[in-house]
C-alpha cells in the first residue's frame, strides 16, 4: 500500500495523477513481465482534489505467452465502453479490476483543497518483486467495528451533453492515447458511469524538440 498525496499549494496542473495501468514495476524493469493485481482500490481520507477515472476498456493486449504486453498498442476500444469518474469524498472507499487503465486528470478537479488517498493493490498467487512488510503497526487489538460501511450506488449519467458542455481529456501511455473521451463539465461529486461511445485508440504524436 502507500498514501498520494496532492497539496493544494502546487499548481492545479500537476495536482492529478498520469494515466497507467497497476502492475508489478519491478518484476517489468528486470525480466520485463507485466503482471496486474487482481484488485486495485483506493479509500479517500479527504473529500477534495481531482477524481479517480478509471475506463473500462481498452485493456493491454495479451502476448503469445498470455501475459499482458505493456509495450503494444491495445486495439480501439469498442462502443460501450465506459468512464468510471469517483470524486474524493471522506471515507469513500472504490474498488475496480487491476488491469484497467486510470487516472487523475487536473482538469476535472472541482474543489481546490489536499487530496489524500490511501492506495492498496490486492494480489492472488503472486507477490510483487521489492515490496517490503510493514510489520506490526500498532499493540493493541482494534475494538472498533469491523462490519462494512454502506454501498454507495454508481449514477448512471443518461443526459446527452454537447461537446461544449463536456470537458475532452486525453488518456494514453507514452506511445498512445485514446481520442474521444468527454466527461460532463456539472459532474461535481459521487460516482459515476459515462458511456463512452467514440473511443479512438492512436500513436502520441512526438514533440519536436529543436
Same mark, same amino acid.
Given at each position: 500500500?502507500?498514501?498520494?498525496?496532492?497539496?493544494?499549494?502546487?499548481?492545479?496542473?500537476?495536482? !492529478?495523477?498520469?494515466?497507467?495501468?497497476?502492475?508489478?514495476?519491478?518484476?517489468?524493469?528486470?525480466?520485463?513481465?507485466?503482471?496486474?493485481?487482481?484488485?486495485?482500490? @483506493?479509500?479517500?481520507?479527504?473529500?477534495?482534489?481531482?477524481?479517480?477515472?478509471?475506463?473500462?476498456?481498452?485493456?493491454?493486449?495479451?502476448?503469445?505467452?498470455?501475459?499482458?504486453?505493456?509495450?503494444?498498442?491495445?486495439?480501439?476500444?469498442?462502443?460501450?465502453?465506459?468512464?468510471?469518474?469517483?470524486?474524493?469524498?471522506?471515507?469513500?472507499?472504490?474498488?475496480?479490476?487491476?488491469?484497467?487503465?486510470?487516472?487523475?486528470?487536473?482538469?476535472?478537479?472541482?474543489?481546490? %483543497?489536499?487530496?489524500?488517498?490511501?492506495?492498496?493493490?490486492?494480489?492472488?498467487?503472486?507477490?510483487?518483486? !521489492? $515490496?517490503?512488510? &510493514?510489520?506490526?503497526?500498532?499493540?493493541?487489538?482494534?475494538?472498533?467495528?469491523?462490519?462494512?460501511?454502506?454501498?454507495?450506488?454508481?449514477?448512471?449519467?443518461?443526459?446527452?451533453?454537447?461537446?461544449? %458542455? @463536456?470537458?475532452?481529456?486525453?488518456?494514453?501511455?507514452?506511445?498512445?492515447?485514446?481520442?474521444?473521451?468527454?466527461?460532463?463539465?456539472?459532474?461535481?461529486?459521487?460516482?459515476?458511469?459515462?458511456?463512452?461511445?467514440? $473511443?479512438?485508440?492512436?500513436?502520441?504524436?512526438?514533440?519536436? &524538440?529543436?
Amino acid at each position: 500500500f502507500w498514501v498520494q498525496r496532492r497539496s493544494a499549494d502546487v499548481k492545479k496542473a500537476r495536482r !492529478g495523477m498520469n494515466w497507467h495501468f497497476d502492475k508489478d514495476e519491478d518484476l517489468l524493469d528486470d525480466v520485463g513481465l507485466c503482471v496486474h493485481p487482481c484488485v486495485a482500490t @483506493a479509500t479517500y481520507l479527504t473529500d477534495r482534489g481531482a477524481p479517480l477515472v478509471v475506463l473500462s476498456a481498452p485493456k493491454l493486449p495479451r502476448g503469445q505467452d498470455g501475459a499482458p504486453d505493456a509495450d503494444a498498442q491495445p486495439a480501439s476500444p469498442p462502443h460501450n465502453a465506459a468512464a468510471y469518474v469517483a470524486f474524493p469524498a471522506r471515507g469513500l472507499h472504490v474498488a475496480f479490476g487491476g488491469d484497467l487503465l486510470h487516472g487523475v486528470p487536473a482538469e476535472l478537479e472541482c474543489k481546490g %483543497g489536499e487530496r489524500l488517498a490511501l492506495l492498496v493493490n490486492v494480489w492472488l498467487h503472486h507477490r510483487p518483486a !521489492g $515490496l517490503q512488510s &510493514c510489520g506490526k503497526v500498532c499493540s493493541r487489538a482494534w475494538r472498533g467495528s469491523t462490519k462494512p460501511g454502506s454501498a454507495l450506488r454508481v449514477g448512471l449519467f443518461r443526459r446527452r451533453f454537447r461537446e461544449d %458542455g @463536456a470537458v475532452a481529456i486525453e488518456p494514453g501511455l507514452a506511445d498512445w492515447q485514446i481520442n474521444g473521451v468527454q466527461i460532463p463539465r456539472d459532474l461535481q461529486q459521487g460516482v459515476w458511469r459515462v458511456q463512452q461511445r467514440h $473511443l479512438k485508440v492512436v500513436p502520441r504524436k512526438r514533440k519536436n &524538440c529543436k
